[in-house]
């Protein structure tokens, strides 16, 4: 049995009686998270690129707790510079964890640290655990490497950014599901910021036309995948 807890923007935590697993954690500088990170069993962070909206609490939640923060090599070595357990990563590769398995993917976006160094790559990744894949799309536009991802690696759910301004719209987070052929669509990255309003309730609307199954998660709710 695996949880999947929406913590808000595009933060999750995807739990199973072997495993924690925080992605993109940005939690203590979103007025709008719910998740205590304290009573929580944290195993892996995973971390899709640099911005502030995306590693969030990565560092001191992985010094705290000794989980690896898994990224792309320059942010994973950035992260180890801060005193973090990192795990450099590129894209492409299976990577085995005691969970399952982990694949990063492209994402079309860009990647800087926290005091503007280069980052590696903007990534998405594709988690395998517990006979589910989840594909967590990070921050991206639109792209063909979607019809890849649907044809090569076909995920089950996908976690999409649907607010616009610095990523996909609704309209384009449909095309994805398509493309991607998944069968459920948990929106994300969207009413954080005034830049990136959105009404879930749409992306819901135009996806049951598609026979596409639409998850709007309220920060803190949790389902089982
Ligand atoms: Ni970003
Ligand atoms: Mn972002």
Redesign the pocket.
Known sequence: MTNLTFIGH?AFYIENPQCGILIDPFISQNPLAKFDAAGKKITDIIVTHG?G??LGDAVPLSKKTGAPISAMVELANWCAAQGANANPVQMGGLLSYSWGKLRFVPAFHSSSTPDGKYAGMPTGVILEIDGKKIYHCG?TCLNSEMKVIGEVYKPDIMLAPIGSH??MDIDDAVIAAEWTGVKTVVPM?YNTFPQVKANPEILKDKLKNKDIECLILKPGETIPV
């Open positions: 595009s911005h909206d995306h921050d610095y990523t990255h």
